[in-house]
């Protein structure tokens, strides 16, 4: 799709706009299991809200956890397209939705009451 697009607005597949990230951004996926600093970072997307993700299923609407299936489509295809090394703002169309399912979780759990917190009457 990115070469279709290149080919009739960038001045072709070779125009000098087109820059093939892919080897790059796959090496730096790669070297987190290396524990690198830089690749690290990426484990932080979205504040690390992601992590929450699996604990908030039969929580929070069904819905909601549907959109999150976007999250690794669109991290792939920003492996594909997108610069992980320098631009951490590629993703930020995903806030919303990574953000949405944690936010309901805590919302609920400050909601509901707590026995401990009550006092006798």
């Known amino acids: 799709m990115k070469l279709l697009l290149m080919h ?24 987190i299991i290396q524990l690198d600093p830089r690749a ?3 484990l932080m ?7 929450v993700l699996p ?18 489509v669109f991290f792939a295809v920003m492996v594909l397209a997108g610069n992980l ?5 590629i993703f930020t169309e ?5 953000a949405a399912p944690p936010i309901l ?4 759990r400050l909601d509901s009451p707590r026995s401990d917190l009550v006092t006798p009457g």
């Open 8 to 31: 009739f607005f960038g001045g072709g597949v070779n125009a000098p706009l087109y820059l093939d990230t892919f080897r790059q951004n796959f090496a730096l996926c790669k070297s």
């Open 105 to 108: 979780l805590f919302n609920r």
């Open 40 to 42: 690290l970072r990426l």
């Open 94 to 98: 995903m806030i919303p939705v990574v």
């Open 55 to 72: 604990f908030c299923y039969g929580r929070v609407p069904n819905r909601l956890l549907l959109l999150s299936l976007m999250v690794p």
């Open 45 to 51: 997307l979205f504040g690390g809200l992601w992590i």
């Open 85 to 89: 090394d320098n631009e951490s703002r």
